[in-house]
């Protein structure tokens, strides 16, 4: 019987940092939601409002037998603009803003070393500012939410028009394993 564990990424919309990591072996299951704030079980009205303190997040269920944290990580960053505190892309403001919300000592000393690596690369000639926090309550988003991309195809290709996969494919896609 396989031994789950959980990670947990805000970087942006939380309806495109699913599909990344929705088909990988060995994770299984990726929820949308909200963590990091100080209002239980919000809305995504109350989270869009900026007074929640919560970011839009996905908590990701894998087995560390198949996929370890350090190649989820990995995934994670191919997905942001690290270099962004203000939101990603086209999504703007505190709820966008991206997070690595860690469930334990070690998970924080692999993303930690994994951000440092990044900020010593000459990728990016801006500071890394993705945020490395404990891990707050998790609350799943509402179910139109979930598996947003497989439900709403041609609104998850214009999200990817926001400037995502534009990023993505200029700094990341001949710099898979940085």
Not at 24 to 35: H, L, N
Request: glycine share 6%.
């Amino acid at each position: 019987m396989a031994k789950f564990d959980t990670a947990i990424f805000a970087g942006g919309c939380f309806w495109c940092m699913v599909k990344p990591f929705d088909t990988i072996p060995g994770i299984e299951k990726v929820v949308s939601g909200y963590t990091g704030g100080h209002v239980p079980n919000p809305t995504y009205e109350q989270v869009c409002s900026g007074k929640t303190g919560h970011t839009e997040a996905v908590k990701i269920t894998y087995d560390p037998s198949k996929i370890s944290y350090h190649k989820l990580v990995q995934i994670y960053w191919q997905q942001t603009d690290p270099t962004d505190a203000s939101g990603q892309f086209q999504d703007r403001g505190s709820s966008y803003r991206p997070v690595i919300y860690v469930n334990s000592p070690e998970q924080k000393k692999v993303a930690e070393a994994s951000k440092a690596k990044l900020q010593a690369s000459p990728l990016f000639d801006k500071p890394i500012v993705t945020q490395i926090k404990p891990a707050k309550p998790f609350y799943p988003a509402e179910d139109y939410h979930q598996e947003f991309y497989k439900k709403n195809p041609l609104r998850d290709a214009m999200e990817e028009l926001g400037g995502r996969k534009q990023f993505i494919d200029k700094y990341w896609k001949h710099n898979q394993n940085k």
